[in-house]
């Protein structure tokens, strides 16, 4: 059985080579522009796992995550992607089914391992 992830970055570029690369390891990719259609892809879709930006029109990564902890029970587990630079106070992560924070521009590969790393462990881990 194939893992969903959900990619969601207002920045199309980085979106499709996030979900080209998770295509290509075999897991089921769906892609989202904002905030607000990455809500709703969610709970259509359930994925087993996101990939957010944080800072997205309509709806922030932040946002999303609560939003969605609040409707699926717990939420979707989550790679938070931020700017260079941009500080994350811990205490606004609690709470919050973010697994990683990783800051722009990233590897793919490494984004692809940890993803992996990430799916791999048991499930509220």
Do not use: W
Request: net charge negative.
């Amino acid at each position: 059985m194939s893992r969903k992830v959900l990619v969601a970055d207002d920045e199309a570029p980085i979106a499709n080579v996030v979900a080209m690369k998770l295509r290509a390891a075999g897991l089921e990719v769906t892609v989202a522009f904002d905030g607000g259609e990455a809500y709703e892809r969610a709970l259509a879709d359930r994925p087993d796992f996101m990939i957010t930006d944080l800072q997205m029109p309509g709806m922030s990564g932040l946002e999303l995550c609560a939003r969605l902890a609040a409707e699926l029970a717990g939420g979707v587990p989550t790679i938070l992607l931020t700017a260079k630079g941009f500080e994350l106070d811990p205490s606004t992560l609690a709470g919050l089914p973010i697994r990683r924070v990783m800051t722009k521009p990233f590897s793919p590969r490494e984004l692809l391992a940890t993803v992996q790393e990430l799916l791999a462990l048991p499930a509220g881990a």
